[in-house]
Nanobody, 122 residues
Framework: HVQLVESGGGSVQAGGSLTLSCTAS????????MAWFRQAPGKEREGLAT???????AYADSVKGRSTISKDNGKNTLYLQMNSLKPEDTAMYYC?????????????????WGQGTQVTVS
């Protein structure tokens, strides 16, 4: 069982940047698929970026080109750097993980979720 704790959310002006962090409770996270999702009020949870055990990344069109997902295995930490933030990026952001080789942008296979961190862009 992997516990995930997000941090780094906050309020930022449009055009600004934020880096979200997600610390995992154990080092086994490095052998699984990890991802960032977000959910705005009244909307479905949206996959933003994934990174698999090999470090291969994938991005949703909504954040491609202005976000970077990465991980520091030594710190058991996943990151999402977001630039050129827009008001429509306002949402609760979650990191998630699951022990699979297929690393989709869909929330369906993900077993472990953090509690979320709020990002507000004005």
């Amino acid at each position: 069982h992997v516990q995930l704790v997000e941090s780094g959310g906050g309020s930022v002006q449009a055009g600004g940047s934020l880096t979200l962090s997600c610390t995992a409770s154990e080092s086994t996270y490095r052998s699984i698929c990890m991802a960032w999702f977000r959910q705005a009020p009244g909307k479905e949870r949206e996959g933003l970026a994934t990174i698999d055990s090999s470090g291969i990344t994938a991005y949703a069109d909504s954040v491609k080109g202005r976000s970077t997902i990465s991980k520091d295995n030594g710190k058991n930490t996943l990151y999402l750097q977001m630039n050129s933030l827009k008001p429509e990026d306002t949402a609760m952001y979650y990191c998630a993980a699951y022990p699979g080789t297929w690393c989709p942008l869909s929330p369906t296979p993900f077993d472990f979720w953090g509690q979320g961190t709020q990002v507000t862009v004005s």
